[in-house]
């Protein structure tokens, strides 16, 4: 209740001024760890290791391995994303493999007990995180649409033939 009591006495402007320097704050508090082009950070079925990766400089691409045994790019992530979440809140093995498409890359390392205390004193923090998460979501849906027509496209032309 002290979150919605801070909010409602300094209005939305200078609440969340107040949750994004914390966040600042406490984001430079936790290690760090530089990267070059070509280094993977995880790979695909990896178990979790309780870490997630805030990007604080850098381009990595996010992929997943096809039946075939090549990596299909699902999407690029720049500074001010993060990824790993998901393993870190499931404690279930990688989805998809992180490598590095930049010449230099820079991450924060935010371990299982500082993503709980930031989750306990930081309500702007879960509200970005649930937000990545929906829109990870949607775009799982959008990509299962697209291969749920191409299945259709071959069954039409197997039952044509």
């Not at 699902?74 to 998901?86: D, K, N, S, T, V």
């Not at 279930?92 to 930031?118: D, H, W, Y």
Request: one cysteine or more.
């Amino acid at each position: 209740m002290q979150g919605f009591t801070d909010f409602y006495k300094l209005g939305w402007n200078d609440w969340y001024k107040t949750q994004t320097m914390n966040i600042l704050e406490y984001m430079q508090n936790i290690s760090t760890q530089v990267y070059v082009r070509g280094d993977i950070i995880f790979k695909e079925g990896e178990p979790h290791d309780g870490s997630m990766y805030c990007i604080m400089q850098g381009m990595f691409a996010v992929t997943k391995k096809l039946p075939d045994g090549t990596q299909e790019i699902i999407r690029g992530l720049g500074p001010g994303e993060f990824f790993g979440e998901l393993s870190l809140l499931t404690r279930r093995p990688r989805a998809m493999t992180v490598s590095v498409v930049s010449v230099n890359a820079r991450v924060g390392i935010l371990r299982e007990e500082q993503f709980e205390k930031l989750a306990r004193i930081n309500a702007h923090f879960l509200f970005h995180l649930l937000k990545s998460t929906v829109e990870k979501l949607h775009r799982a849906e959008a990509r299962l649409t697209e291969i749920e027509k191409l299945v259709e496209e071959i069954q039409k032309k197997e039952t044509s033939e």
